[in-house]
């Protein structure tokens, strides 16, 4: 069937809601016409994330789980994941249920829609989406965001937010990705984005979950940003450059 969608969960350490997060998404997407995977990719929990995940898969066949053989990282789990999804269609989750599954289907449709290679969301885009949302690290979000946007000169302002939905191809076609961390989260769209594949922006809802895990540094999460876009601008003034020269020619 085209258009199998891969739900792609990157996990270390989620034993305490990663049962309720998978079956809400199962529950709520069997429900539609979609033909659909949960991909968990593990990077290697020392805690009942894999014990759970293994008692869910054997029930379900649509669940799969995959553990993590690049060094740890959340980026290289999503790495892995493109490369083991079964989907035409892949979309990046968190495992902690601050994403909706709702939202996963917004987001199929209109891609689907639109024949679209990406659907963005946008946490900021419309009121009352987002629920007890860190004041400092909002802060943080919505500088941070702002001035990658405006280097890049996009109108798009939630880079950072991980929960986006690509076209497998599309993902292939970008590779290879360098970021091992969060800064994936930012690499994957700027790249799409400056090498003219069709993207659109919709609204999306998030909560902050209390039993997630925060499992990274502040200062090293935002020096890694800083690095992945320093690479990007230079990959794009060199795409620039070669798009230039073959017009000349």
Same mark, same amino acid.
Not at 155 to 173: A, G, I, Q
């Given at each position: 069937?085209?258009?199998? !969608?891969?739900?792609?969960?990157?996990?270390?350490?989620?034993?305490?809601?990663?049962? *309720?997060?998978? $079956?809400?998404?199962?529950?709520?997407?069997?429900?539609?016409? #979609?033909?659909? =995977?949960?991909?968990?990719?593990? @990077? $290697?929990?020392?805690?009942?994330?894999l014990e759970k995940i293994k008692l869910i898969s054997n029930k379900n066949e649509r669940i799969r789980i995959h553990l993590n053989t690049l060094p740890k990282g959340f980026g290289n789990s999503?790495?892995?994941? #493109?490369?083991?999804?079964?989907?035409?269609?892949?979309?990046?989750?968190?495992?902690?249920?601050? @994403?909706?599954?709702? @939202?996963?289907?917004?987001?199929?449709?209109?891609?689907?829609?639109?024949?679209?290679?990406?659907?963005?969301?946008?946490?900021? =885009?419309?009121?009352?989406?987002?629920?007890?949302?860190? *004041?400092?690290?909002?802060?943080?979000?919505? #500088?941070?965001?702002?001035?990658?946007?405006?280097?890049?000169?996009?109108?798009?302002?939630? !880079?950072?937010?991980?929960?986006?939905?690509?076209?497998?191809?599309?993902?292939?076609?970008?590779?290879?990705?360098?970021? $091992?961390?969060?800064?994936?989260?930012?690499?994957?769209?700027?790249?799409?984005?400056?090498?003219?594949?069709?993207?659109?922006?919709?609204?999306?809802?998030?909560?902050?979950?209390?039993?997630?895990?925060?499992?990274?540094?502040?200062?090293?999460?935002? *020096?890694?940003?800083?690095?992945?876009?320093?690479?990007?601008?230079?990959? *794009?003034?060199?795409?620039?450059?070669?798009?230039?020269n073959n017009q000349i020619d």
């Amino acid at each position: 069937m085209k258009n199998k !969608l891969s739900i792609i969960i990157p996990t270390f350490r989620e034993g305490k809601i990663i049962d *309720k997060s998978v $079956n809400e998404i199962n529950d709520i997407l069997s429900q539609e016409a #979609i033909d659909f =995977e949960v991909l968990i990719i593990d @990077d $290697n929990s020392n805690d009942q994330t894999l014990e759970k995940i293994k008692l869910i898969s054997n029930k379900n066949e649509r669940i799969r789980i995959h553990l993590n053989t690049l060094p740890k990282g959340f980026g290289n789990s999503i790495i892995e994941g #493109i490369k083991n999804a079964e989907g035409d269609i892949i979309c990046f989750v968190m495992a902690d249920q601050s @994403d909706s599954p709702n @939202d996963i289907i917004k987001y199929y449709n209109e891609i689907i829609r639109n024949n679209c290679d990406c659907v963005f969301g946008d946490r900021w =885009e419309g009121d009352h989406l987002v629920e007890n949302y860190p *004041k400092v690290k909002f802060l943080i979000n919505r #500088i941070g965001n702002k001035i990658i946007s405006n280097f890049f000169k996009i109108d798009y302002t939630d !880079l950072t937010n991980s929960f986006k939905m690509y076209k497998k191809s599309v993902l292939l076609e970008l590779f290879p990705l360098i970021s $091992n961390h969060f800064s994936i989260t930012i690499e994957i769209p700027l790249k799409a984005i400056y090498r003219g594949y069709k993207y659109i922006v919709v609204p999306n809802s998030w909560k902050n979950n209390q039993h997630s895990i925060s499992s990274f540094n502040l200062f090293h999460v935002i *020096k890694t940003y800083i690095l992945i876009a320093i690479y990007c601008l230079i990959e *794009k003034q060199f795409i620039d450059n070669k798009n230039k020269n073959n017009q000349i020619d």
